[in-house]
């Protein structure tokens, strides 16, 4: 069983700065990406940004120039830095892992709330 827990959440003023991590636990054949997603009240859960089995980082739009993806050499931790938060940050965050074959495990989510 494929488990993944988000910490680092909270509430931070604007402008200021936020790591998340996720540990992941439980076997997998093959992973193909770990990251994270984010939905805020009221809207779609969008992709922040994943890491592929490669190392290849790929961003969504929201996340483009301020959020940094990292994570250790086998995948079972990764990690968001945000910087310069937003209030249109504010979402639950999951981590997320795509395995082999066509598998999708979710964590239960970490509050970002950005807020003066």
């Known amino acids: 069983q494929v488990q993944l827990v988000e910490s680092g959440g909270g509430l931070v003023k604007p402008g200021g700065s936020l790591r998340l991590s996720c540990a992941r636990s439980?076997?997998?054949?093959?992973?193909?990406?770990m990251g994270w997603y984010r939905q805020a009240p009221g809207k779609q859960r969008e992709l922040v940004a994943v890491?592929?089995?490669?190392?290849?980082?790929y961003y969504g739009d929201p996340a483009k120039g301020r959020f940094t993806i990292s994570g250790d050499s086998v995948k079972n931790s990764v990690y968001l830095q945000i910087d310069s938060l937003k209030p249109e940050d504010t979402a639950l965050y999951y981590c997320?892992?795509?395995?082999?074959?066509?598998?999708?495990?979710w964590g239960q989510g970490t509050q970002v709330t950005v807020s003066s």
């Open positions: 439980g076997r997998i054949i093959r992973l193909d990406a």
């Open positions: 890491v592929a089995a490669d190392d290849t980082p």
């Open positions: 997320y892992v795509r395995a082999y074959p066509s598998r999708e495990y």
